[in-house]
């Protein structure tokens, strides 16, 4: 089982994120789910987004995650929300900032001896999708920190999921998740 | 003519998604709709559908449940097949309604994605308003996963529409944990969907003309009574053997099997959990976990709420020594309805299990399964002594000082 817990702001597309990476998950005939917990579900309000994936069927369906990746697609929530909660001893962190992995440590020390990725996903889509949707680049993050999938398997599969978009924004999320899974550290 | 809606033999769906996708494919001539959190999107999707050209029926935007209810008595009583969803305060203002429903015998489909009733002011996941159903004369069919959903929309089309039945169907899933939770769904071709429920034959319509027929009429103390027992016989009787049929015929096609009773490694099963919703697949879980320690440990999850296949439950849990009711619901002052139920279904009967309740989950609160290993620890301690060593009703992932009743 692997367990993945978004971080997100309402309306940065964190669920539809979770959602499109099960589907490219599902397509490789694993079972998973895609869940959020909404609270009062308006627009900029902090939010967690869920993944489960396994080769067996999920049976589980409690919300409480021990996740072994925490991504953060909003940079002040490592200082607004308590992202380390439930976490595990080899969890791992892929947050989006503007700061450097050694700069974001030291202005977050509770990630102090972590596993810390960083990546500005809030640029890379202003400057490709043209608006702050972090959703997918972080996905192409993952997939160069966890290595779940070759990133050509990954964005062909990410294409179909996207394919009812239309074709400038499906190239733009396209070079976004490259350029993501170029530049994390 | 209805567009043909491709889709993949996997797809991943939510619970509401996938009774949208079980609407359309169904035909349904008649949708009448308020929406309501966490059920929205089922209308809403439906809606979409409609715009894409995917739909020929009629979509009716009420103005409150109350409304959408009654439209889809109208339009059932025309001669429509007739379907709607809602939750919680909306299910609610639907309930003088429903009764109208049933008692018409109108064959609608209603999704019920079950939410807590306020106040306080709630949007998610319990089984307040399944609860409040379970009078009203509807047949009741739960939903653990969005498959589930899928499947259990066909068949509750093919059964309550039978002209043996004519009863009206809810189909209820967990709001968010089901309805907002995307998962693998096995889908079915437009056409294999629509012949597996089958053409919509109507029986006493209004619209027919050469056929004039009075619906709704007021029957007091001379007839009210046979009505209502005719109605309890239909449920009773006809019911239960025509969702079997319709299950195996779901098993033929798909390979997937649905049971009346789910029941989970009971065979040998000295400890048992009974409960509804997400929970019943969280408890098989958790007691796959207690198997490989080799604890005989099972769970029982309630398919059909109403009617209450109480035979079927008392046979699945014979032979067990300690059992746990989950209830989901407020009980207000009394044990939970499933405990009563389970007491109902084992009181003649040679199983002597000690019976125990626990009152989880309000609001959406999380079952965890660490809740779940503590239940079935108090089970191993009833089993072992045979006879209760905790209270009878325990509130469980509950905040502050342990609460308990009887």
């Known amino acids: 089982m692997l367990e993945i817990r978004w971080h997100s702001r309402a309306g940065q597309g964190a669920v539809t994120g979770a959602k499109g990476l099960a589907e490219v998950v599902a397509s490789t005939g694993k079972d998973v789910q895609a869940f959020a917990f909404y609270g009062s579900a308006k627009r900029g309000a902090a939010m967690t987004a869920y993944n489960r994936f396994d080769d067996k069927v999920i049976l589980n369906h409690e919300k409480f995650m021990q996740p072994d990746y925490v991504l953060v697609i909003d940079p002040a929530l490592v200082y607004a929300t308590d992202i380390t909660a439930n976490e595990k001893e080899n969890t791992v962190y892929i947050i989006t900032t503007h700061l450097s992995t050694l700069e974001l440590i030291a202005s977050q020390p509770k990630l102090m001896g972590k596993k810390v990725f960083t990546v500005d996903c809030i640029k890379i889509s202003q400057e490709t999708i043209g608006k702050a949707i972090p959703n997918t680049p972080m996905l192409g993050a993952l997939m160069k920190i966890s290595r779940m999938y070759d990133i050509e398997f990954f964005t062909e599969n990410m294409f179909k999921v996207l394919k009812k978009l239309p074709q400038k924004i499906i190239d733009a999320n396209m070079i976004a998740i490259e350029r993501a899974y170029n530049e994390v550290k | ?406």
């Open chain 2, 1 to 406: 003519m209805a567009d043909i809606f491709e889709l993949r033999d996997i797809e991943v769906w939510d619970g509401n998604m996938a009774a949208s996708h079980a609407l359309r494919q169904a035909q349904v001539d008649v949708v009448a709709a308020y929406p309501i959190t966490p059920s929205t999107p089922i209308v809403e999707n439906y809606a979409s559908f409609m715009a894409n050209g995917y739909i020929d029926g009629e979509f009716v935007m009420a103005e409150s449940e109350h409304g959408a209810m009654s439209c889809c008595i109208g339009a059932s009583a025309a001669g429509g097949r007739v379907a709607t969803a809602t939750s919680s305060q909306g299910f609610a203002l639907m309930l003088e309604t429903l009764y109208s429903a049933s008692g018409m015998r109108l064959p609608i489909v209603l999704n019920v994605v079950n939410r807590a009733i306020g106040a306080p002011l709630n949007v998610n996941g319990d089984h307040s308003d399944m609860y409040m159903g379970r009078d009203s004369g509807w047949i009741q069919i739960d939903c653990y996963n969005p498959q589930d959903v899928y499947d259990m929309n066909l068949v509750a089309f093919r059964v309550c529409e039978d002209h043996g039945i004519r009863l009206p169907a809810m189909v209820h899933q967990d709001g968010f944990m089901t309805s907002h939770t995307a998962q693998r769904v096995k889908t079915l071709s437009d056409d294999v969907a629509y012949d597996f429920i089958g053409e919509f034959k109507p029986m006493n319509d209004m619209l027919d003309l050469d056929h004039p027929v009075t619906h709704g009429v007021q029957t007091e103390e001379d007839w009210h009574f046979e009505h209502k027992a005719r109605q309890h016989h239909a449920l009773m009787s006809a019911v239960l053997p025509k969702i079997q049929e319709a299950f195996d015929g779901l098993k033929a096609l798909t390979g997937r099997q649905y049971n009346l009773v789910e029941s989970y490694t009971m065979d040998d099963a000295e400890i048992a959990i009974v409960c509804m919703g997400t929970s019943v697949e969280t408890a098989q879980e958790v007691s796959n976990e207690l198997r490989a320690q080799g604890i005989k440990a099972g769970v029982v999850g309630i398919r059909v709420f109403r009617p209450f296949p109480l035979e079927q439950i008392a046979d699945a849990l014979k032979g067990c020594k300690a059992i746990a009711t989950l209830d989901r619901s407020s009980p207000n002052g009394t044990v939970g309805a499933l405990y009563n139920e389970l007491a109902g279904a084992l009181f003649n009967t040679s199983t002597h299990a000690v019976l125990t309740n626990y009152i989880y989950g309000l609001g959406g609160r999380d079952l965890t399964k660490s809740s779940i290993h503590t239940i079935y620890r108090d089970l191993q301690a009833n089993a072992q002594a045979g006879s209760p060593t905790t209270p009878l009703q325990q509130f469980i992932g509950l905040r502050g000082p342990k609460l308990s009743f009887f």
